[in-house]
């Protein structure tokens, strides 16, 4: 690989093998490599986080786990061969504990966000059973209890809002759990830019003896980079993805407090998973690594200097943005009252037109179906990889609005 890139690499290896597939690897890294990404959900990893995406494990199967491992007894693989994968597993499972500075047991196998809180949810609850947690029309995400997902077919939902000012309304999370007695209270969001209140969570769930989780699938990364704080001690279980603010590849993790171990681990495997994906287990571990190090904490810093300067550029420019401003890598634009001739589809599709990519969002109190919406989401964690200071992101929160300026309303 002298002197060349992974994408180059990886070309010149394709076109021989499979020459449509190497040009749509080709136009992916050019498409990447020229927008303007500001999708919140997403971020740029290192090449070695995709060099070990793409190693030799990619085969390799490891039904079970790591037989050392002492808090879950767990008995070990029910594969030959995994001496390698075993000390990589539990490589991996260090360094994330060494991230959050926590003692709390880790899964590392769970293959998406989504497959994290499957499992979690089955660790610890039963079809049927009681969960408390924000919906997807408020910033919550569809595993979060949304109808059309496994979580709102296998479990009793009800959902605590948020006030007028877009905040989580924590009194009506504390009404809605003595009423409701959930057996389980969630906190966390797909879309939601103020900080979490975990202590009063963690009061709340006290309170009505459910277990508390925190799906911090988007906030992670700066609460590994210490910008954000943290649910470790508070929290029963945690799950997060590995590729938003964390910046890995796309994947899931699972922390729990030590007693919770057995039930997490064989949750994942063998109630909601098969072998796991030791490729991506490596990557993890690379991310995991790069978490660790002095500039991790620089970019997460920057994260937040940047959407706090991006945001405060839209609302100089008269946007009204959800709560009025951001404490973390992202914030809501509301068109409903400022623009109420745009859709968040609209100016999704005319931004993609411009090189700029984000995605249409619902706002508190909704009025249209969620593929129109009224709103947008922005967020700078990707850009920030890519080394955009603050004044690049006012010169691009500039650039949406004139692009917007420009939407005929019959468009
Ligand atoms: N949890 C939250 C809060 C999310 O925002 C997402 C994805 O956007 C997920 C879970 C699911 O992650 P995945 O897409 O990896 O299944």
């Known amino acids: 690989m002298n002197n060349l890139t992974l994408e180059q690499y990886i070309q010149a290896k394709m076109v021989d093998c499979d020459p ?3 040009a749509l690897i080709h136009k992916e890294d050019e498409r990447e490599a020229n927008v303007i990404e500001l999708i919140a959900s997403e971020n740029f990893p290192s090449e070695a986080v995709k060099m070990a995406a793409a190693s030799s494990f990619v085969a390799k199967y490891s039904e079970g786990y790591p037989a050392k491992d002492r808090l879950s007894g767990n008995k070990g693989r029910y594969y030959g061969g995994c001496v390698v994968v075993d000390e990589l597993e539990e490589l991996c499972c260090n360094r994330w504990r ?31 059973d009681k969960i408390l947690a924000m919906d997807l029309n408020n910033g919550g995400h569809l595993t979060h209890g949304s109808a059309a997902n496994f979580s709102g077919k296998l479990f009793d939902m009800a959902f605590y809002d948020v006030g007028a000012d877009g905040f989580i309304d924590y009194e009506d999370v504390e009404r809605k759990a003595r009423e409701f007695k959930p057996n389980l209270i969630l906190a966390g969001a797909s879309a939601y830019s103020r900080v979490i209140d975990f202590e009063r969570f963690a ?14 699938a ?5 609460i590994a980079g210490g910008v954000h704080p943290s649910p470790f001690g508070l929290a029963d279980i945690i799950t997060t993805t590995t590729h938003k603010t964390l910046r890995g590849t796309r994947g899931g993790l699972i922390f729990a407090k030590p007693e919770l171990a057995k039930k997490v681990d064989s949750a994942v495997f063998p109630c909601c998973q098969g072998g796991p994906l030791q490729h991506i287990i490596a990557a993890k571990a690379i991310t995991a690594a790069e978490a660790l190090r002095p500039e991790y904490k620089e970019y997460a810093k920057n994260v937040i200097i940047n959407t706090k300067a991006m945001c ?4 100089r420019l008269g946007y009204e943005i959800v709560t009025g401003g951001t404490d973390n890598h992202l914030f809501l634009i509301d068109f409903s009252k400022t623009h109420p001739h745009l859709t968040g589809k609209m ?7 411009n090189g700029i990519t984000l995605n249409k969002n619902c706002v508190p109190n909704e009025q249209r179906k969620p593929m129109e919406a009224s ?14 200071k603050a004044e690049d992101f006012v010169k691009v929160a500039q650039r949406i609005d004139e692009i917007i300026r420009n939407i005929k309303p019959e468009a």
Do not use: C, W
């Open 98 to 128: 060494q991230v959050f500075n926590t003692d709390y047991h880790v899964n590392v196998q769970p293959h998406s966000g989504s497959s994290a809180n499957l499992a979690a949810y089955m660790s610890v609850l039963k079809a049927g």
């Open 312 to 315: 405060d550029e839209f609302i």
């Open 218 to 222: 988007h906030i992670a990364g700066l």
């Open 375 to 388: 709103g947008v989401r922005v967020g700078t964690a990707a850009m920030t990889t890519k080394g955009y």
């Open 203 to 216: 009061a709340i769930a006290k309170e009505v003896g459910a277990y508390f989780m925190v799906d911090m």
């Open 347 to 353: 100016v999704q599709e005319e931004l993609d037109k």
């Open 20 to 22: 449509e597939i190497a």
